[in-house]
């Protein structure tokens, strides 16, 4: 990744989407987030992608609203304490593969047994995968508070739509932020004075914050958020084993 952005950015700031609470629901009797569905059971792609397959304890409407106004944020680290895990990058990968419904997670049963259970238990939701995470809006405002901006430009997944929203906007005591399409999500952030580039990226559940070495000076995002620092061989689908497909030799180009 460092190398892929070394013209435009110093760092890249891996941002983990943090699980969750909201008092008063649980993942058991207020479902919330994507169904994941098999290949098989797909008819027609386009009205699965646009029609929400009914669930019969779906949360209210607003509830979105609700996570960005009163939910509290779990940490991956304490839930990686509270069951137990060891191994920092294999228990990261189970929360990942768990959460996107991929059945890769079954080679970390172990791990995914035990973490589903405990978050069934505390009524913990799992990590927004795709997006930027309803939980992380306020972090993210008081993130560009603390660097002195007012103004950024929100993208959906394809960057074909912006918005341009004011940073007040993301404080807890706004309503989540949006594009006019009910489908469409922010998956990109970007203000015009700074080097500075949010974005989350399909099936993901963390998300990548790029910055100058200026920037970082001004607020170091560790401080803000759950993650870690991208170091000279980390690769874009960083929870993924580096064996997991051939990869360009480090430093090297083709």
Not at 39 to 46: E, H, K, Q, V, Y
Not at 96 to 106: Q, T
Not at 224 to 239: K, S, V
Request: with cysteine; hydrophobic share 40%.
């Amino acid at each position: 990744m460092l190398e892929w952005w070394a013209e435009e950015y110093d760092h890249v700031f891996i941002i983990l989407s943090p699980f969750f609470r909201v008092e008063g629901y649980s993942p058991e009797t207020a479902a919330f987030g994507p169904v994941h569905v098999s290949r098989s059971s797909i008819g027609n792609l386009m009205d699965l992608i646009m029609n929400r397959v009914p669930r019969s304890h779906e949360v209210p409407d607003n509830f979105k609203d609700t996570i960005k106004q009163t939910g509290e944020i779990v940490k991956w680290c304490d839930i990686q304490s509270a069951i137990g895990v060891d191994d920092y990058m294999s228990f990261c990968r189970a929360c990942w593969l768990c959460a996107v419904g991929s059945p890769r997670a079954e080679e970390y049963e172990s791990i995914v047994v035990r973490l589903v259970a405990y978050c069934n238990k505390h009524d913990i939701y799992a990590p927004e995968e795709d997006q930027l995470p309803v939980i992380l809006e306020s972090i993210v405002g008081k993130y560009l508070t603390a660097l002195g901006i007012d103004d950024v430009t929100i993208y959906n997944e394809f960057r074909d739509k912006k918005v341009n929203v004011p940073v007040r906007a993301f404080s807890s005591e706004k309503p989540i932020i949006s594009f006019p399409e009910a489908h469409e999500h922010t998956c990109a952030i970007i203000p015009d004075e700074h080097k500075l580039m949010f974005m989350w990226g399909y099936d993901d559940t963390y998300g990548f914050l790029c910055m100058s070495e200026g920037v970082r000076l001004l607020a170091d995002p560790a401080d803000f958020f759950e993650g870690q620092y991208a170091g000279a061989d980390t690769y874009c689908d960083w929870l993924n084993p580096v064996d997991f497909f051939e990869r360009k030799p480090t430093g090297k180009t083709t």
